[in-house]
């Protein structure tokens, strides 16, 4: 059988809505990200935002005894002129959420520009701030990424990692210079204390981002979803519009690499659009045809009976599905190329082998999450 004469993918959406089995208690994974937005930092800035989608793609794959985690994101920043020094220069600009469209979105809104860097009161401002899950089965971590001192500050950044040790939460410290830089400015110190990791991403290095075979088929593919996709109602139609200028943003990049791999994530379950899109709200029980706004609706099925219109986007679903698995089998292929690739244009200029700062990151939380029994598939 031909890949377009694949059987149809029903839903089932003239009777009730459809059910998924979730388990009574879902895996949870925490992270907040605490990120120094102060002066001379703006060069992290475009690595984070280049590389979330290859880190994003890894920690969905995050499950336990074969449950799929939910994964949360928080994100601080600090060391901004612009915020209060009432409040020690910190802000929380994202509580926890599974949604990596949301995180993306506060990324690109930061502003760089600063001096007051104190790290302690982040950590502080983190623990404090966020609602932190008090399960002990829960892995629940810090990465406070940043180039400034830890012995800076109103907040001894020993009291904070204490508090977060009470709350069993891990403080990973990835500096931006030199690994010598960073353990002169306490950032080792701090992760050692926070029974975390240290780590250090090096303003020279040199990490080429290998193009593949795959990348043409993934983004032509990209285009093809990003085309099916169609709005629950006229104030989702603006959300949409958020969601195309991500896609935009991020294809501007220049890590070549990142809009390929923002694609993969959206073909994965874990990408949610159900509260704002017609098929995946429909395929998840959030909303049924019948219930859909004829204004929203392609002007071709306005006129079509229910029966015709459940038909319609039963064959839409269809499509997306087929859609989906080509770029789910692409992007499998794609890692596993990259990951039998030779070591080659990834060393810093003094020798040293140098990580992405992906790489780097899902090092420290794959190491961490194993001691919880998660495995990143």
Not at 2 to 8: I, L, T
Not at 57 to 67: M, R, Y
Not at 167 to 174: A, D
Not at 355 to 371: H, M, N, R
Request: net charge positive; charged share 25%.
């Amino acid at each position: 059988m031909s890949e377009d004469a694949a059987p149809k993918v029903f839903l089932n959406i003239s009777t009730s809505a459809v059910q998924r089995h979730i388990p009574d208690t879902k895996p949870l994974m925490q992270i907040a990200l605490v990120i120094d937005t102060g002066a001379g930092m703006s060069g992290i800035d475009s690595v984070i935002k280049s590389q979330l989608w290859k880190i994003a793609n890894s920690l969905v794959s995050a499950e336990k005894d074969g449950i799929p985690a939910e994964v949360n994101i928080a994100v601080y920043e600090y060391g901004n002129d612009s915020i209060p020094a009432g409040q020690k220069h910190t802000r929380k600009i994202l509580s926890f959420v599974p949604d990596f469209d949301a995180v993306a979105e506060k990324l690109f809104l930061l502003k760089f520009r600063g001096k007051n860097k104190y790290c302690g009161a982040a950590i502080w401002a983190s623990i404090n701030g966020l609602d932190w899950d008090r399960g002990q089965d829960v892995y629940k971590a810090i990465f406070i990424i940043g180039n400034g001192s830890f012995f800076d500050g109103p907040v001894d950044y020993r009291n904070a990692v204490a508090a977060s040790s009470r709350k069993g939460i891990q403080v990973n410290c990835i500096y931006y210079g030199s690994k010598e830089q960073g353990i002169e400015a306490g950032w080792a110190g701090c992760s050692d204390l926070g029974a975390g990791k240290y780590s250090n991403y090096e303003y020279a290095a040199k990490f080429v981002e290998e193009q593949t075979q795959f990348d043409k088929k993934i983004l032509k593919l990209g285009s093809e979803f990003n085309r099916m996709y169609l709005p629950l109602s006229s104030g989702d139609k603006i959300r949409y519009k958020v969601i195309s200028k991500l896609d935009s943003s991020t294809k501007k990049m220049a890590s070549s690499g990142a809009y390929i791999e923002r694609i993969v994530f959206k073909a994965t379950d874990q990408y949610l659009s159900s509260s704002w899109d017609s098929l995946d709200g429909i395929k998840t029980g959030n909303i049924k045809v019948s219930e859909l706004s004829s204004s929203v609706l392609p002007k071709e099925i306005r006129n079509m009976s229910l029966s015709e219109m459940e038909e319609y986007f039963n064959v839409k679903a269809s499509a997306r599905k087929r859609l989906v698995d080509k770029i789910r089998a692409l992007g499998i292929q794609r890692r596993r190329y990259l990951a039998e690739l030779p070591e080659k244009g990834k060393d810093n200029i003094n020798g040293s082998r140098a990580l992405s700062f992906a790489d780097t990151f899902l090092k420290i939380a794959g190491e961490q999450a194993a001691l919880k029994n998660f495995k990143f598939r």
